[in-house]
């Protein structure tokens, strides 16, 4: 066991190691090539990026390449005698001259001026170098600078200029070249050219694609999120304006009952209990629809922090013993000694859970008790546990009482009151806690709800309780 | 609505925008045999604090103009008015954030609908039957010449 984690702690250091490398590089590639700010539209910074990162390695290239690596190896070689290393220099200064371009708002002068540079010391080696052809050939490189670097239209006059440039006779005559070779010369850097343009072409118009359907795609998203938005403003604003002149039914009707308005004949006493009833009912419901339209929609946060699983049994025993009293049912609580005093959770959903579970015991349990019961598991789980001696639940709706609306079946809808939705939150709420539902039933005996979480104590605490164990 | 008089400074104050909230809470809430004033805003709730001493302030939230939250921090400016006994009265869900934010303790935050009025009467109750100073910031108590 402590193999495993010292070997996975290892390659878990290296992971971070190369992370950390990459993450370095990945910053100092940035401070290369970052466009200056007054370069906008995404095109416009591409490019300006892309001259700047080319420049990045073609000019210590071509540094090590013609003036370091013969210095090292040729022991005859001096730096200012050969003219193409000189040029090569002066190109190196020209380069230096683009890449410090690519990093203003002239970014765009850089490439016309690369490739004149780049042109130009190929045609100064076509005219100094013993054979020529292999440097001819290298003029097809100055199409694909510009595909990168240039709109397509400035593309295709490089494209066209290169290629003819390889006919012009007195640059590429000085030593005689064979016809034959400079064909080929030809053939090359006008293939070379033709699809450098095509694929450029073909590049453009999936990058414009690509562009369209993105903001397009940002357009969708934007108008989604402030419809999101405006649903929940609309669910907050629905919530509120039906409570409103619900809290005034229950209320006024309160008063009434509470004999504030005048003495009620007993039928008026009966019929104004049952709008109350039918009120709170109807409140109920609002709530259990708010919160499950919340749960689904992503929209309900667990805020995890401390509590006491006594305090929490104790809360729904208050609310709970009413509602058994008035049914003829006994409460019981019961409190696992191997829980810790404290644990982190999120108490008010919590105490959700236990509440929609408790009252639909009491709803379906019509003698006999209630158990109410927080158990630690082992190490890593503890549960709630809800059983109750009703009517129980056949073994095939034990699946689908999780769902929406569902009740065992349409008839108990109406001989039990309730919204059909405590259930489906509690799954709902118990998931987002990372826990599980289980219930297990015998039809006319009793069911037995169970919700597992895992186990968490407050960091505070976790010494002491190891130190228990 | 009962009128104030020097004589008898403790009173009630509802303050709600909704009339029948502060309708229902004057016929609970008259039955403790104290005078009622109603507010229909924080306006008027500040000006009834200013002119009278309350004993107990049922607070709604959100309100047009000057809203429930503009009436804590306003109560809170002086300890004088800091430690009237409020209950705040609200639509909204009770939860330990909302409790931080108006930094009421959570019991005496109340949610409409969710709790019956004879609940609502034995809370007010307990709090008017308690020696006249104790306030919910726990501050230094006022004595009833100060009003």
């Known amino acids: 066991m402590s193999a495993t984690a010292s070997t996975s702690s290892v390659s878990q250091s290296q992971g971070n190691v190369a992370r950390l490398v990459v993450d370095r590089l990945g910053r100092v590639w940035e401070w290369l090539t970052e466009p200056n700010a007054v370069v906008v539209g995404s095109e416009q910074r591409r490019r300006a990026r892309l001259l700047a990162g080319m420049l990045v390695f073609i000019i210590p290239l071509g540094f090590i390449g013609v003036v370091i690596i013969p210095l090292a190896t040729v022991p005859t070689f001096q730096l200012f005698n050969d003219p193409f290393v000189l040029a090569v220099i002066v190109a190196e200064v020209l380069m230096t001259a683009c890449y410090i371009l690519s990093r203003t708002r002239y970014h765009a002068t850089g490439a016309p001026l690369l490739i004149l540079t780049i042109s130009g010391t190929i045609f100064f080696g076509i005219r100094t170098a013993q054979d020529p052809l292999p440097l001819i050939m290298y003029l097809g490189l100055n199409t694909l600078l510009a595909s990168l670097l240039m709109p397509l239209r400035t593309t295709v006059i490089v494209g066209f200029l290169s290629t003819a440039s390889v006919l012009l006779p007195p640059l590429l005559r000085p030593q005689g070249l064979s016809v034959s070779s400079e064909t080929n010369a030809f053939t090359f850097v006008l293939i070379t050219s033709i699809l450098t343009i095509a694929a450029s072409d073909m590049r453009n118009r999936d990058l414009h694609r690509i562009e369209t359907q993105s903001n397009e795609l940002a357009a969708a998203v934007r108008q989604a999120q402030l419809a999101s938005k405006l649903k929940d403003q609309f669910l907050a604003n629905m919530s509120h304006e039906l409570r409103t002149p619900l809290n005034a039914i229950i209320g006024f009707t309160e008063v009434m009952l509470m004999g504030l308005a005048g003495d009620l004949p007993a039928q008026a006493k009966r019929a104004t209990e049952r709008i109350h009833a039918n009120s709170e009912r109807l409140l109920k419901l609002i709530d259990d629809i708010l919160d499950i339209s919340k749960i689904e929609a992503g929209r309900v946060d667990i805020h995890k922090r401390p509590f006491e699983p006594a305090e929490l049994l104790n809360t729904i025993e208050t609310s709970i013993r009413p509602q058994a009293a008035k049914n003829e049912l006994s409460l019981i609580t019961e409190l696992d000694p191997a829980l810790p005093r404290e644990m982190v959770g999120d108490a008010k959903r919590l105490e959700q859970i236990l509440l929609n579970l408790a009252s639909n015991a009491v709803k379906f349990t019509e003698r006999g008790s209630i158990t109410v019961s927080l158990k630690r598991l082992n190490e890593q789980e503890w549960a709630v546990v809800v059983s109750d001696t009703g009517i129980g639940i056949p073994p095939h709706a034990q699946e689908t009482i999780f769902e929406k609306f569902r009740q065992v079946d349409g008839s108990t809808r109406r001989a039990y009151s309730g919204t059909g939705l405590g259930l489906a939150i509690v799954r709902e709420l118990a998931l987002l806690m990372d826990g599980n539902v289980k219930v297990k039933s015998t039809l006319g005996s009793g069911s037995t709800f169970t919700v597992t979480f895992p186990l968490i104590v407050p960091e505070k605490t976790k010494s002491v309780w190891t130190n228990l164990n | ?147």
């Open chain 2, 1 to 147: 609505m009962s009128e104030w008089d020097s004589a008898t400074a403790d009173h009630i104050l509802i303050v709600d925008d909704d009339p029948d909230t502060r309708e229902i809470l004057d016929l609970v809430l008259g039955t403790l045999e104290i005078p009622v004033h109603q507010a229909r805003d924080g306006r008027e709730a500040l000006n009834d604090i200013l002119t009278s001493r309350p004993r107990l302030i049922m607070l709604d939230l959100s309100m047009p103009g000057l809203d429930g939250r503009a009436v804590l921090d306003a109560l809170r400016v002086s300890a004088d008015t800091a430690a009237l006994p409020v209950i705040v009265f609200t639509a909204s869900p009770v939860t330990p954030e909302l409790a931080e934010q108006l930094h009421v303790p959570p019991s005496r935050i109340l949610r409409k609908g969710n709790l019956s009025m004879t609940r609502l009467r034995d809370i007010a109750l307990g709090i008017l039957g308690r020696p006249f100073a104790q306030s919910m910031f726990d501050t230094q108590p006022i004595r009833s010449e100060d009003s």
